[in-house]
């Protein structure tokens, strides 16, 4: 009671404009309290004004406070514009939000959006906001109340005000040529944007009629609210262009403020028609405020206008996952073969890293070209259908959750589990053929080398830096995480570059651009287009990961950071290269044996953490949730127990699938 006695005696109507606002920051303060609830902040509202009505003076005062309020700070653009995003751009939009969590703002403003964050700075204001029962906000308005102007108090024209905004923003956004173009058809024809404001403006004149018409004001009322749901059903219609289309995060993050302006019209509606108008605006005010934090998160915004792009991304790594899941011997015995093949590209690949490296380039230029030899060794193995082994798990990831969705269907469970040990035997067949022939293909060209140049590709003091920055005692497990955390990232990347292909349709434009078309010729164009709509993806994500394998390194050595990269195949062909230069007195060596033992963890995290990465986000973008986990564990530990080498290899007599499109990399 000191407190509020001690904050009632310092209300000056008279003071400058910063100190109104900063007598109202305390007084909300006040009634917030050391975090109290929300029923605890309620009580002390209703004691405030307790003590103010007690006092006809203070009552005044307070009364003339708020109208110098009302006069200084328009209070329009808080109920029109607070809470959405005050940049056309994602990215733009991004760094104001960013900008807001760095540098601090002042109460010395007459800009409402700006001062409302400072009056209601934390989530739970929305919670006592909520709370205020009708007689509690009634209590509150009447002391507040201000004289009317041509039948409407302040707080109606302010709606009124913040209505006109909300309507001109949602038919310039429907009127928009990246929207419009990509409507349906029959929301073309519906021309739901064209008659908004004529449809609004039918209602404000039903509300300044006098006297009023109540049957004519719900009629035109109704009317609008169609009007309104039409608009959100023609701009739901784009949804469906960019499913198929592809997805545009940029207009995906148009489309969602386009929809909230559409249900902040209404309740701004709701607000102005209602019976019980305080109760009303203090409802209106605790859903400003949840608002008002959404609109601040950075986290909310990636996640809300990320969200159809991942599925997108993860719907197409799911169509090529499906290509790395052998579920008969001879499928098996072909990602064998596959994978054989690119342990013997790889093989070149470490012995061209280290003749690299002998050139004594900087630091940049070392890492860019050892990150282009990665890069064209990728795109090799993926232009000859070979496998890389750790770049299966971001694909077989979101095809192993899009069988989650089934999981209600009878024997799912036990689906699903067939397709698990189909996929660990697949991986590990591709660890095993990468392996298999990565070794005697860099014994052999470390051979070759030495013949020709008769000296050895690395020195031994390489060689045994080699063997020790492997070894399991260091810090190869971090590194071999952060390296599975690169390969789930080159595979978003191929998402998104097989997606903003299909969006920008590069593929038409390829195939018949007259241009291209006069350079290369019809057929040719056709060739090249057909080439590059198949092959996009492939070739984003092995140029991004070779240029993150090769330059990321270079980069943390430039920051002083010490941070390298462990590639389970990349690591045992250099391990190999090691073993060539010391011969066979390279058993006796304790660090080898360390070195070795180290390789299963690297495959094991290279696999587990893309995996887990690509499985996670593959479950956010379906939404698959609700299904019993504790029920697939247990069923995956009984064929565990029961048919232990079904992981490893598959039973005779599998049944037949469809061929499937042969698909490198």
């Known amino acids: 009671m000191r407190d509020l006695s001690n904050l009632l005696d310092d209300l000056d109507p008279q003071a400058p404009l910063v100190q109104r606002h900063l007598w109202a920051v305390a007084l909300l303060g006040w009634f917030r309290g050391n975090d109290l609830s929300a029923q605890d902040t309620v009580a002390r509202v209703v004691m405030f004004l307790d003590v ?10 307070l009364q003339a406070w708020w109208q110098a309020l009302v006069k200084s700070v328009d209070a329009t653009t808080l109920l029109a514009d607070h809470g959405f995003a005050q940049r056309h751009s994602l990215v733009s939009e991004f760094l104001k939000r960013l900008q807001h969590k760095v540098l601090p703002v002042t109460p010395e403003t007459r800009d409402s959006s700006e001062l409302f964050p400072l009056l209601f700075p934390k989530a739970a204001d929305a919670k006592w906001l909520a709370r205020l029962d009708a007689v509690t906000a009634e209590r509150l308005a009447r002391l507040l109340a201000l004289p009317e102007s041509a039948g409407h108090s302040p707080w109606q024209r302010a709606l009124m005000e913040a209505l006109t905004f909300c309507v001109s923003q949602i038919q310039a956004t429907g009127f928009s040529p990246e929207l419009r173009q990509r409507m349906s058809a029959s929301a073309r024809e519906a021309r739901a944007f064209h008659t908004l404001t004529a449809d609004f403006d039918a209602v404000m004149a ?9 049957a004519a004001q719900h009629q035109a009322v109704h009317h609008f609210k169609e009007r309104l749901d039409a ?11 960019l499913d198929e289309n592809g997805i545009s995060v940029g207009m995906v993050f148009r489309l969602r403020q386009l929809r909230e302006r559409v249900l902040r019209t209404r309740e ?17 005010l605790a859903s400003l405020v949840q608002a008002g934090h959404q609109s601040r998160s950075i986290r909310a915004l990636i996640a809300s206008n990320s969200s159809l792009l991942a599925a997108k991304v993860t719907d197409r790594s799911a169509e090529t996952g499906e290509r790395y899941i052998t579920r008969t011997p001879a499928e098996y015995r072909d990602m064998l073969r596959n994978a054989a093949g690119g342990g013997a590209v790889v093989s070149v690949t470490t012995l061209l890293k280290y003749l690299l490296l002998s050139l004594g380039l900087s630091a940049f230029w070392g890492g860019f070209f050892a990150g282009m030899n990665f890069a064209l060794s990728f795109m090799f193995i993926q232009f000859m259908h070979w496998t890389l082994a750790t770049k299966q798990p971001a694909m077989t990831a979101p095809a192993m959750a899009a069988k989650l969705k089934e999981l209600g269907a009878p024997g799912a ?23 298999a022939l990565v070794v005697p293909g860099v014994l052999l060209l470390s051979g070759a080398y030495w013949l020709l140049f ?49 969006f920008h349709r590069l593929g038409s434009a390829l195939r018949y651009h007259p241009r291209i078309t006069g350079l290369l010729g019809v057929s040719r164009a056709a060739r090249w287009a057909r080439f590059m709509r198949n092959n996009i993806s492939g070739l984003a994500a092995n140029l991004s990961l070779g240029l993150m394998l090769g330059l990321l390194p270079a980069f943390a050595t430039f920051f002083g950071l010490g941070l390298d990269l462990r590639h389970v195949t990349l690591a045992t062909g250099q391990l190999a290269l090691a073993c060539v230069t010391f011969g066979l007195p390279v058993f006796q060596l304790p660090a080898l044996w360390w070195a070795v033992a180290a390789v299963p963890l690297i495959g094991l995290l290279n ?4 995996f887990y990465l690509a499985f996670r986000l593959a479950l956010r973008a379906h939404n698959v949730s609700g299904f019993d986990r504790a029920r697939i564990r247990s069923a ?22 469809d061929a499937k499109e042969p698909n490198g990399g």
């Open 206 to 214: 039903t509300l300044n009629q006098t006297p009023s018409d109540e």
């Open 636 to 657: 995956i530990w009984a064929r565990v127990r029961a048919a232990p080498l079904s992981f490893v290899c598959p039973p005779k007599g599998s049944p037949p699938v």
């Open 231 to 241: 608009c959100r059903h023609a701009a739901s219609s784009v949804y469906v262009h």
């Open 268 to 284: 701004l509606l709701d607000c102005l028609l209602s019976p019980a108008p305080a109760h009303s605006a203090t409802q209106f």
């Open 413 to 435: 469970v036990d689906g699903f589990v067939d397709e698990v040990t189909h996929l660990v035997r697949s991986q590990m067949a591709a660890v095993v053929g990468n392996l």
């Open 607 to 610: 696999v587990g953490v893309s």
């Open 454 to 502: 008769g000296k050895f590709a690395v020195d031994a003091e390489k060689a045994l830096s080699i063997l020790v920055s492997h070894s399991l005692l260091g810090p190869t497990a971090f590194f071999a995480a952060l390296t599975g955390v690169l390969l789930f990232a080159s595979s978003i990347m191929a998402g998104w570059a097989e997606n903003w292909f299909v």
């Open 52 to 61: 103010v009505e007690a006092r006809p003076e203070l009552q005044q005062r």
